[in-house]
């Protein structure tokens, strides 16, 4: 048989067999590690399973641009070779595909590599969640933006090494998130 408490232990009423005091709102049936995760996410610390994810924002933030590079290198050669040998008489696919595998090569150079992956590598997550973009009252983080645009030019999987990371540091990560300049 199951030793339940009769009281309370935050504030001493009696619990008649009830496992969440009516008083406070204890719940005895939490573990330790339930409860100060609970005051931590309470007390506007963050996500208190940060620690667990850190380790891949950091190593895929680190390498995004090197995943960028990659996909800007495979819609280059891809509309090099429709242009050359597929389709010569409507290169309008192919003209695309050079364009913008030119323009996400770039971005991961100039843009992705010193403001996000730097950042991700040294762990810098005050950065990147204060690199924004202001809107009247709305914050939106660069990097969302960044990765939304290469999400665009990338043709659906370019952004991803930059979204997954920011999504992540913004819902998950160590500090909550203010959407407003309130």
Not at 8 to 13: D, I, K, Q, R
Not at 73 to 79: C, D, I
Not at 97 to 119: D, Q
């Amino acid at each position: 048989m199951a030793k339940t408490s009769k009281f309370c232990p935050e504030c001493g009423a009696d619990l008649s067999g009830n496992k969440i005091c009516e008083k406070c709102g204890y719940d005895t049936s939490q573990t330790v590690k339930q409860k100060e995760m609970t005051q931590k996410a309470l007390s506007g610390e963050g996500n208190p399973n940060w620690e667990n994810i850190e380790s891949f924002v950091t190593i895929l933030g680190k390498w995004a641009w090197v995943i960028v590079i990659i996909n800007g290198l495979v819609y280059l050669f891809w509309g090099i070779w429709d242009l050359i040998w597929i389709i010569p008489a409507i290169p309008y696919g192919a003209i695309w595909n050079i364009i913008s595998g030119i323009a996400v090569i770039i971005l991961a150079i100039i843009i992705v590599k010193p403001r996000f992956s730097n950042k991700c590598a040294a762990r810098d997550w005050d950065y990147l969640l204060n690199d924004v973009l202001t809107l009247g009252n709305l914050r939106i983080p660069w990097m969302l933006i960044l990765g939304i645009i290469i999400e665009i030019l990338g043709k659906g999987w370019g952004g991803l090494p930059i979204l997954i990371p920011a999504l992540l540091l913004i819902f998950m990560g160590p500090k909550p998130y203010d959407w407003t300049t309130d």
